[in-house]
Structure formats: C-alpha cells, structure tokens
C-alpha cells in the first residue's frame, strides 16, 4: 500500500475542532483507496507560544519536513495580538513556509452552485467563477531584506521593508502558474504594478519569457489596482491569476470573498520538493472557538488539496470533493453559510455526515 | 470679487472633451458665486511626450506650481504603454504628485442612489456606502530609496523597491485623515499590513499616537487583506479609511468599483501648501477618445471637490454637487451609466444639460 506520513498542526482557536473531522475524512479516504496514513501531531502559533514561547518550535519544523504533507487548520487568536513581532503566531507560519520552501500558494476561489446566494455579489455576475490564484509565498516584500527601522536624513525615525524577486524566483512562480493554467481553461493574467516599480518590471519581464515556453497558454498583464476593479466588476473573465506576495496575499483575499463562503476554500502551499502545507483560507475564529459552530468544510476540502497537490492521489481527493459538494446538495449547512430551508448542523456532526455520505 | 488661477491639464485620451464640459461649468459656477477664475492650460502625459519628449515639461510644472489650482483629466494610452519608463505618461502624474507636494489623496466612493444598480453587488449591500480613502501620496514603495535593478549572490538578476515611511509622512497624512473623518461620520480606519512590516509598525504605532488628538474620533486597525474582503463583505462598516500609497492604490480602486459607476467618480490630492491637484478616478479611455462618448460627471466633481477642498469655496462646490444629482434625478445618462428607461446623452449634451440647469 501507498504509505504516507502527514503532519497535523491543529494550531488555534477553531483549529483542533476542524482537524478532526479532516483527520477522520482522511483515515476513512485512506481505507477505500487503499493508502496507509500515518498522523503526527505538532504545535504551531499561539499554542507554540504558551507552551515553548515559539510560534514554531524547532520540533514541529522537524517533523514538518520529514513528512510526506503537512495539514495546518488556523493559527492567532485575540491572546496573542499584542505579543512583539517574533511572538506572534503569524511568524509561525512565515516561517512554516520559508522552512518548507513552499514559495507557491495555490488559492482557489471558486463559487459553489449551491452557495451562490451567498455571495455579496449579483447571482449573474458570480455564477461560475472558477478562479485559482497563484501567489508567490517566499520572497518580495515579506522576506526582503533590508527592512527594520532607522532615522532619515531629517533625523525622522522610519520604518522600511524591500520588496525585491530574482529572476530565478520569478521564473519558478511563473511555471507553476503556466502549469495551472494548462491543466485549467488555458488562460493567465499574471498582476504587477510595473507602471511604477522596478521589481514589477522585472516580473513582467520575466513572465513574459516564461510564456514563450507555454504558447498553449494565452498570458495577459494586468495592474494590481485594475486587478481589484476588475475582480468586482467582472470577476468571470479570470481563469488564472499569479502574482507577488503581497500583491497575492490582497487578491487571494479578494477573490476569496467574492464567493461569500469562506468558510468553503482550501489552500495549498507547495515547494519544489519536502512537503507541501495545506490549510483552509479562514482564519482560526476564536470567538467561535470550542462551540462546535465552526465549517469544517475548508479544513476538508484543504485535506483533499493535500491528497491532490501534496501526495499526488487524485482519486482519493476526488472522493472528498464529490461527497463535500454531495452533502451541500443534501442541504446540510454549518451557521456561516445557513440559508433559508436548510439544514443547520454544528461541526462534529457535519464530520459525521462527512463519514457516512464516504 | 475671490480670484484664482486654475491650471487645466486635459492630457490624453477623452480628456479634452470632459476637461471642455468642466471648465464651462466652472465658467458659469464663477459667475453665480462673485469668483473671478482664470484658466491656464499646459500639456502632461501622452500629449506632452509628443509635443516636448518629457511626460512633465518644466513649463508646464512651473504653471501648475503658480497657479491656486490644478484640474487635470486623465492621461495614457496604448501609444505609450511601450515606452521605457521615464518616457511614460504616468511618469508625469506621479512627478506632478510629487512636484506639488501632494501628499493626501482623498477618494471618495459614493454609491449614488440614482446608480446604485449599476453595482455588481446586491443593492442591499451597497445602497448607501459612503466611503471616503484618505491615501498617501508622495511616499511609501512609489518613492522609498534605494530602488532599481541589481544581481543578488547567486549572480541572478534582480529588481527591487524600497517601501519607507517616516514619522513625520505618517504623521502628517493621519491629521488629515483624522479631520475628514471629524466631518464625516467620526469613524477612521487604519489599514496596514504590520502583522509582516516593519514599515506598518511604525504606521500603527503613529496613526495611534496621532489619534490621541483626536478623541472624538474613533479609530481602528484592519489588515489590508481583510481590508479587501470587507469592502466586499460588507462595505457600510467603512466611514474613513487612511492607508498608504501602494494599499491605498488597490483599495480606492477596489472601493470605486463597488459603487459600479467608476464615471462618476472624482478625487483630490491635496499637500500642506501650494495648489491641490483635481482629477476623476477613470482613466483617458482612449477606446472612446474624439467619439463625444465620454461621462463628464467625474470630470466636474472633480471640479466641486477643487471647488471644496482647493479653493474653500464650499457654496460654488454644492451647487455643481448639486446640479450633477439634478440632472441624474432627470434621468440623464452617459453610455457607462445608461440602463432601461433612462435618457441616452453624449458628452457635450450632458455638458449643455448641467449648464441649463446650473
Ligand atoms: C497571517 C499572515 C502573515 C498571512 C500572510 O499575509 O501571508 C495571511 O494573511 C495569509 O494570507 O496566509
Ligand atoms: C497611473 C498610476 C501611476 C497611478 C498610481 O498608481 O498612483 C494610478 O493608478 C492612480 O491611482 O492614480
């Protein structure tokens, strides 16, 4: 049997509650398609903090990168928003993606037929948006040195960071997003602002030349500010979209709330090589935290990417897709995407009814 | 009687044609009010890099600089969207931004009741919005030192920017926000990214200091990725919001479109002294340059907001505010706002309406 080790990172608030119905998902997927998994737990972010002052622990690193897949729910917390920079849970997970080399952020944000009406936008102008953003998670301005803070000329204190990429880096986003885009309906709008900054120039640049080894592909450029317009006003005409860091972290949040579930969507972060780490786009909710309310249906489908993207098992992914979309069509509904006429279930029995539509 | 100098950039594109329908209303609201107003033109953008090969000629900078106001229409287009850098046409905007001193970009994003189907997104969720960016303009990643192309010590090319904020520019750009907030609904949102940046550290850190003087107001934080998902969400939860220049970029575009009638929307870019600088949020449409297509609505509010926020002449202002909601109660449209049952006009015809009804 296929063997797999994946590493579990509960993290925070809502986190170990959503876990455990993956994990269940997972072990049960497991024995219909015959893989063998194997689960390690570890800490991360604010539960690291309390208990090794270290929102990522040289142990939980460790046994990250001797897994096959890393599997996070939700990290921060109110507890911890006033902590200094390097004890803040967030750098836990800045530092899960640089550990891992996981520079590629896959953020799908795909509006589900039967949750359309969630959306704050027009039933017409979401119905079928199917948009996958590929961010670029281990360089530009969150990694770029130098950056700190100093005094100018004027005796001001100041605060810098530098957004910088390499042609390198560039180059290996923008195959990853190419490769997307071919497996997709074959379009890319790669998004810069290279009317005003020399690292988007680059970029385009780049891009561009990259491109030319996909002519399968039909690459576009855009501006990020026209990317924001364009995303409200016509969010259908994306297929594809890859971009920096930041530029990405604004967008994939964007994109995401145009479906008007977050609650729904996975994320996957994949490297070269070592494992890939997969967690839900929301956050860890901590004012629903240990009341059985949260959707476990991100974390799930996120346990699917990982199976996908992670353990190339596209089968057992599959399986996990059609019987989330199955159970949406039976009604069931946790309270963040409940709507008239539907059935309201908490998370433990949404994992449930998970188990028993396998 | 009040006299002012008003330098008018028409630029590219549908630029002449609105900047034509703006400056006769200016002509009459000058009459009705006692103001005396002269207007100077000079070339920015396309049209002067194919009169003098310089996206702002010294001349017509120095115009500006002698002037009480600045109206500009908008520039760009695709004849130069493959010109190196510096003989771009936004060079020139960003070296008028930056020659005048204008630090505060105010952006306001109203949904007007008359347009509010012309919304993407549901008119429960954007009926009313009445949003106001206050972003930062001659600073942050378009500006900060050092910037450009190098090789890092792999021998891989690379392109960076330097994103910097000094207290002072912090400083100064948050009474500003802190006062449009007083006369508007006493709320202001800082939105930053300081969860990863030093440079929005020391943004947080000041806008709280700063906030301290304004107890009237009330101030909060937010990320500038939840930032882009609550414009989405729920968009009436903003009054105010202050942010920098590159944030506040993606935000105010993304904020405009939710209104869905980005032609009708105007902005103001004011500094500590010297003359502000006027101009509608779209761009100088050049699909439609010359065919007497154009919405001249944001072209003229742009005038009241230069009217209000340039020259104090808050009664000249309302009425042309005033006489624009006129004319849409009336029913008049411009193609980029028409819908069923409404008057079809071009952009002289809207020109004569606003002037009858003046
Ligand atoms: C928590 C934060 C550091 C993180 C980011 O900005 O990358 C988050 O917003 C995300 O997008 O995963
Ligand atoms: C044209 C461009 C340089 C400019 C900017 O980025 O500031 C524009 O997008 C704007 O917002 O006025």
Known sequence: ARSYKITLLPGDGIGPEIMKVAKEVLKMVGQQEGMELAFEEALVGGAAIDEYGNPLPDSSLALCRNSDAVLLAAIGGYKWDNNTAHLRPERGLLGLRAGLGAFANLRPATVLPQLVDASTLKREVVEGVDIMVVRELTGGIYFGQPKGFGVNEAG????FNTMIYSVQEIDRIARVAFEMARKRRGRLCSVDKSNVLETSQLWRERVTEIGKEYPDVELSHMYVDNAAMQLIRAPKQFDTIVTGNIFGDILSDEASMLTGSIGMLPSASVGESGPGLFEPVHGSAPDIAGQDKANPLAQVLSAAMMLRYGLNEPAAAQRIEATVFNVLDKGYRTGDIMSAGKTLVGCAQMGDILLHSL
């Open 156 to 159: 001001e204190r100041t605060g």
